[in-house]
């Protein structure tokens, strides 16, 4: 470990968080390095902090307290150290284990690539997990936001984010679509056009396995009933297809005593309705239309009726499935109608890359919008915790954003540490600050009688409210 980073000391009064065996260590002083972010980072990382030290303080009158360590990316980091983001930082995120931070700028088109996701991509944080609830009080543009209670698990590592891409009209670019025409589609009619831009989408089994498997495990260790893998299968079959196939692999054969197929629900439950029902009638009501189809079709569907019967039966059948956490699979454009319409039908959503970054902003806007959804980027024996939004920059230096989002990552690091006192203070001082009336422009505009705050208020109404 080292003394300084980026020539920023550690501070000498608190301990390293230590992880082993799969357990974190968290000692009652804990170091835990910040980013403050670019833009709007500002004000929401002041605010944020003060009350965070305010719960901890109050939870644990000095027993327990945050050793924070400032540590280098983004716009401050480029006007001091000429780099955006320094191997010290990286560095100390690795070495402290836990850490915080706010959202970081990035230019569309040219110039540098995410750092955001390059943290995410370094330290191999495969999971972005983001909740998305209904705090009282809140305005929403829906009729019920409280029936939205989802965790997104959102595959942090590959898929377009990977960054291969390559510029249209470069050497690069017309290499790489020489090739794919001449020697991946040759002798087809498919062509890539000459004056493309071309980026490689890569989706592993590893990367979608952990995934799931985290997203499942998450559903058994927090009593949740149901796990969607949302993917766009039925256009890009070798990955987002591959990503569906590869999650009802992991739920059949990794968490088999606690999981239940939709389809496999239907073939119980159509058995339990009749049981005098043949595999083929059975058969036929899983697969409406079957008898237009191929015989060989037919026939597979015939024999997954059997298999399901033979394998799980015993186990989950005569309604023992219903006690199952049901693992289903819902294409991308169906589930942003679905979660509206039917929002009380999803608990936890495992998916790709780009598709949990566009779920994660429209579904905290049916809980009120980017100023309070929060989220953390987790791999083993590493956690990043860092809101879903970005650095609204028309905001930056304002006193005017809404924190809510950064605060509530802390409440989800609070938790995570095992210091759900400070945690649920945090929660139930905006909630009834919120309650209050008391909110940031976000939520001022679309409520009656509110009373515009400040980021600053904010966060001192909270305090207050924390009693
Ligand atoms: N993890 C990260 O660090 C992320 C970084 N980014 C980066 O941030 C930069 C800006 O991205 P942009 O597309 O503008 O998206 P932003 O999420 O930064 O902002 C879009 C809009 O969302 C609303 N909003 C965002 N944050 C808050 C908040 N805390 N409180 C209230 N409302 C909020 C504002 O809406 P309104 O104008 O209606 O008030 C804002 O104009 C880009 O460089 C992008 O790459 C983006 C996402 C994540
Ligand atoms: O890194 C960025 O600039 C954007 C990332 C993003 O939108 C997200 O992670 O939700
Ligand atoms: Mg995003």
């Not at 470069?170 to 000459?194: H, Q, S, W, Y």
């Not at 079959?237 to 054969?253: L, N, S």
């Not at 039966?313 to 454009?333: E, F, P, S």
Request: charged share 25%; hydrophobic share 35%; net charge neutral.
């Amino acid at each position: 470990m080292q003394t300084s980073y980026n020539d920023i000391p550690v501070p000498s009064d608190g301990q390293a968080i230590e992880y082993a065996n799969g357990k974190y260590t968290v000692p009652d002083h804990p170091i835990i390095p910040f980013i403050e972010g670019d833009g709007t980072g500002r004000d929401i990382w002041k605010a944020s902090q003060r009350v965070f030290d305010a719960a901890v303080e109050k939870a644990y009158g000095g027993k327990r307290s945050v050793k924070w360590f400032e540590v280098l990316a983004g716009e401050k980091s480029y006007r001091k150290t000429q780099n955006w983001l320094p191997d010290d930082t990286v560095k100390a995120t690795v070495d402290f284990r836990v850490s915080i931070k706010g959202p970081l700028t990035t230019p569309v088109g040219g110039g540098i690539r995410s750092l955001n996701v390059a943290l995410r991509q370094l330290m191999d944080l495969y999971q972005c997990v983001r909740p998305v609830k209904y705090y009282s009080g809140v305005p929403s543009p829906v009729k019920s936001p409280e029936k939205l209670d989802v965790v997104i698990f959102r595959e942090n590592t590959e898929d377009i984010y990977a960054g291969i891409e390559f510029r249209e009209g470069t050497p690069e670019a017309a290499k790489f679509i020489a090739f794919v025409n001449d020697e991946m589609l040759k002798g087809t009619k498919k062509k890539v056009r000459l004056d493309s831009g071309v980026g490689v989408k890569p989706i592993s089994i590893t990367g979608s396995k952990r995934l799931v498997r985290a997203a499942i495990q998450y559903a058994i260790d927090h009593q949740r009933k149901t796990v969607t893998l949302v993917h766009k299968g039925n256009i890009q079959k070798f990955t987002e297809g591959a990503f569906r196939e590869w999650g009802y692999e992991v739920a059949t054969q990794e968490f088999r005593a606690h999981t239940v197929t939709e389809r496999e629900s239907w073939i119980l439950g159509n058995l339990e309705q009749n049981p005098k029902l043949t595999p083929e009638e059975n058969a036929a009501l899983v697969e409406p239309g079957i008898e237009f189809a191929s015989k060989e079709f037919g026939e597979s569907i015939v024999q997954e009726v059997r298999d399901v019967v033979a394998s799980i039966g015993a186990t989950h059948g005569n309604g023992q499935w219903k006690n199952k956490i049901l693992v289903n699979d819902r294409i991308a454009d169906s589930i942003f109608q679905q979660i509206i319409i039917r929002p009380s039908d999803y608990s936890v959503l495992a998916t790709t890359n780009l598709n949990g970054d566009y779920i994660s902003d429209a579904a905290a806007a049916q809980v009120g919008g980017l100023g309070i959804a929060p989220g953390a980027n987790i791999g083993d024996g590493y956690a990043v915790f860092e809101a879903t939004h970005g650095t609204a920059p028309k905001y930056a230096d304002k006193d005017v954003i809404n924190p809510g989002s950064v605060m509530l990552s802390g409440v989800m690091m609070f938790d995570f540490l095992g210091w759900s006192e400070a945690a649920r203070l945090i929660e139930s001082s905006m909630e009834k600050t919120i309650q209050q009336k008391f909110v940031t422009y976000d939520f001022e505009r679309q409520m009656q009688g509110a009373t515009k705050a400040k980021t600053s208020e904010f966060a001192s109404r909270m305090i207050e409210n924390m009693g």
